[in-house]
């Protein structure tokens, strides 16, 4: 009777350590749909996907800068049961926007023009695509003219006579 109750006792305890264990286990993937929860919360690391695995978070996508993608590995490394992150973000900055540099390009273009009726241009992100016939010794003269516009290049498409 003390051997069945002592094995009992041994019984019940082996099951307790056991479901007490396992209670504190969590998945890999309830660790990464808590971490993605927490990115997509933010509109700013909306590029950015986690995936986990032995507790290990890895994060990749791509953000504007580098502060978005320091702020999504502390996001991440501040979720429970997350050991590290491995942060493979790549930083790729916004396309520049040359909308100003068009619009002040364009106003001064016909003045640079006016003399050279046989030539057109055209004007986007900051680059004059020139087109049409000029003679051979006006060609420098408009060159000097469209750069003190600062563009970004003048693309030279002219048939030189």
Do not use: W
Not at 4 to 17: C, Q
Not at 56 to 61: F, R
Not at 124 to 135: A, C
Request: proline share 4%; hydrophobic share 45%.
């Amino acid at each position: 009777m003390k051997a069945l109750r002592l094995l009992s006792v041994v019984t019940l305890i082996f099951a307790f350590g056991v479901g007490v264990t396992s209670c504190n286990q969590v998945n890999d993937a309830d660790i990464q749909s808590a971490a993605q929860e927490l990115l997509d919360a933010n509109p700013e690391l909306a590029g950015i996907t986690v995936t986990v695995q032995n507790k290990v978070a890895t994060l990749t996508g791509t953000v504007s800068d580098d502060s978005a993608k320091s702020y999504a590995e502390s996001v991440v490394a501040g979720v429970k049961n997350v050991t590290s992150v491995v942060n493979q973000v790549e930083v790729i900055p916004p396309a520049p926007d040359h909308s100003a540099l068009d619009a002040a390009i364009n106003a001064a273009l016909p003045d640079a023009l006016k003399d050279h009726a046989t030539v057109t241009a055209t004007v986007q992100d900051g680059v004059i695509t020139l087109n049409g016939e000029i003679k051979e010794s006006d060609l420098q003269v408009l060159m000097e003219k469209l750069n003190a516009l600062n563009p970004v290049q003048v693309v030279n498409n002219l048939t030189v006579k």
